[in-house]
Structure formats: structure tokens, C-alpha cells
């Protein structure tokens, strides 16, 4: 059993800043990208950014410059720091994992999900 836990989501105002977090726990042998995506309501989700095992980078335009993605592979966590929050950030915001098991099998893991809300 592999999980992952998402904590940090909430309201805030235009121009506000929040910090998400996840953390995968389980059966891990190891574990390759980690990423956060989002979907609003009424659109598809859609990846935010994602971050390899050795600190490689990609961010969705609509997001570069105002948010970071690291990890702390340590304690197979992943952060999304996001400043310069807008309103269409508003969002459930989603972290996923792939993850290899010690038994091998190589998965694609979910959070549950955190709704992010920015409005005045």
C-alpha cells in the first residue's frame, strides 16, 4: 500500500501566498517524479508543475515565476509554494507520485486532493 497525504490548501486574497505539501508513505522502494496538478471545476485537470528525483523542473506557463516546486527526498515529500496566487488558481489541487514498490511495480499514486481558493 502506497499513500499520499496533501496538507496546506485554504482561502486566500488575490496576491496571497500558500504553501502545499504531500507526503507519500507505504510500501516504497523509490520514488521518480513528483508533480502536483489541479482542476477547476468544469475543466480538465491539468499539471501545475513536477519535479524529479534529482531537482529537475517543468512548470505549466500560466504558473512560471510565482510558483516553486521542490522535494525533500529524504522524507518523500514534495512542496508547491505558490505566491502571487490569482482567482483562475482557484482549484482542487492534487499531488501525484510515481513510485516504485518493493514489490516492483512502478505506479502512478494520487493525493486525495486540496481545494485552493483565491478571492477577495
Known amino acids: 500500500q502506497v499513500q499520499l497525504v496533501e496538507s496546506g490548501g485554504g482561502l486566500v486574497q488575490p496576491g496571497g501566498s500558500l504553501r502545499l505539501s504531500c507526503t507519500a508513505s507505504?510500501?516504497?522502494?523509490?520514488?521518480?517524479?513528483m508533480g502536483w496538478y489541479r482542476q477547476a471545476p468544469g475543466k480538465e485537470r491539468e499539471l501545475v508543475a513536477d519535479?524529479?528525483?534529482?531537482?529537475?523542473?517543468n512548470y505549466a506557463d500560466s504558473v512560471k515565476g510565482r510558483f516553486t516546486i521542490s522535494r525533500d527526498n529524504a522524507k518523500n515529500t514534495v512542496y508547491l509554494q505558490m505566491n502571487s496566487l490569482k482567482p483562475e488558481d482557484t482549484a482542487v489541487y492534487y499531488c501525484?507520485?510515481?513510485?516504485?514498490?518493493?514489490?516492483?511495480?512502478?505506479?502512478?499514486?494520487w493525493g486525495q486532493g486540496t481545494q485552493v481558493t483565491v478571492s477577495s
Open positions: 519535479i524529479t528525483s534529482g531537482g529537475s523542473t
Open positions: 507505504g510500501s516504497i522502494f523509490s520514488i521518480n517524479a
Open positions: 501525484n507520485a510515481k513510485i516504485l514498490t518493493i514489490w516492483g511495480i512502478i505506479n502512478d499514486y
